[in-house]
């Protein structure tokens, strides 16, 4: 099993300049936000499953970038209709990270279900170009790596602990900053 953070950094590591990332409520925003701020982030903030919908009409709105949308099982499990949304859709430049810690943790790390429903046979089942589940920071590299070969949409699973980083600080943008960043990111000025 990877530390959530450890994850969020290899994540990080593989975005380009020109790629969109999301990310859910809590502390998977926080943690990219210490991680790599940077105006082509958007951080939801207390809007909880509803990442992959938004990460989906983007990817569908802006097939010249890539789409990476990381969100935990909680906010996976809130909207499992959009999977089968973004399988049927296949967005090529879509890459779903879940990063599943079998809990809500930023309200107190109460259990999900995902210990009992696995997330990436929901993928294969929709019909996801490419699922995978990985448990180690060798294979999520690897599977980050295969991306950029792999038309999509991409669903990487990452089992990750219940690890809390001290002193993390809150997105110190507003929602409208937030906003208004990423906007220009995704449709610059003409």
Avoid: W
């Avoid at 980083?165 to 003409?190: L, N």
């Amino acid at each position: 099993m990877i530390d959530r953070i450890t994850a969020i950094q290899a994540i990080v590591r593989r975005v380009e300049a020109g790629d969109l990332m999301l990310s859910t409520t809590g502390m998977i925003s926080r943690e990219v936000f210490v991680t790599d701020d940077r105006p082509a982030n958007f951080y939801m903030l207390g809007s909880m499953g509803l990442l992959s919908s938004f990460g989906l009409g983007l990817a569908l709105q802006s097939p010249d970038k890539r789409v990476y949308v990381l969100e935990g099982d909680g906010s996976a499990l809130m909207s499992l209709g959009t999977l089968p949304l973004i399988a049927t859709e296949r967005p090529k430049n879509l890459i779903h990270i879940i990063l599943d810690n079998e809990s809500y943790e930023s309200t107190g790390a109460q259990p999900s279900i995902s210990s009992k429903v696995d997330l990436a046979e929901i993928g294969k089942g929709c019909g996801y170009a490419r699922v995978v589940r990985v448990e180690d920071i060798e294979s999520l590299e690897g599977a980050l790596k295969d991306n950029d070969t792999i038309p999509g949409p991409h669903l990487i699973l990452v089992k990750v602990g219940i690890a809390p980083v001290k002193d993390i600080p809150r997105v110190s943008h507003t929602p409208t900053e937030i906003r208004d960043r990423f906007k220009a990111k995704v449709q610059p000025e003409r």
